[in-house]
């Protein structure tokens, strides 16, 4: 198992954005056996975790400060790096994050 700790930012709100297309990132294929989002502290808006179908009004809402953790590490289950996107309610809003893939 390898760990990667990242940023991605949404330049533009309503254009989400692939956690794997952060510069070095992992491969989107990897197997994520845990990951943590946390929105950047300067963040003036709320920024939006998901799969492909996040928006700039839905998926799970991170507004600067909050986090969420995904730990599978004890379980036979993985995901799929690629099916990790943001989004966000203002342009130019971060989301550091944390993953272990297999």
Do not use: C, H
């Not at 130019?92 to 272990?100: E, F, G, R, S, Y």
């Amino acid at each position: 198992m390898r760990f990667y700790t990242n940023r991605s930012r949404v330049s533009s709100a309503g254009t989400s954005v692939a956690l794997s297309a952060a510069t070095g990132a992992p491969d989107a294929r990897n197997r994520v056996k845990y990951i943590k989002v946390s929105a950047r502290t300067g963040n003036s808006g709320v920024v939006y975790f998901g799969d492909s179908t996040v928006s700039s009004t839905i998926g799970y809402e991170l507004s600067a400060n909050d986090a969420l953790e995904i730990n599978l590490l004890e379980t036979a289950s993985s995901l799929a790096f690629g099916d990790f996107y943001a989004d966000s309610s203002a342009s130019n809003q971060d989301l550091d994050w944390i993953v272990v893939v297999e």
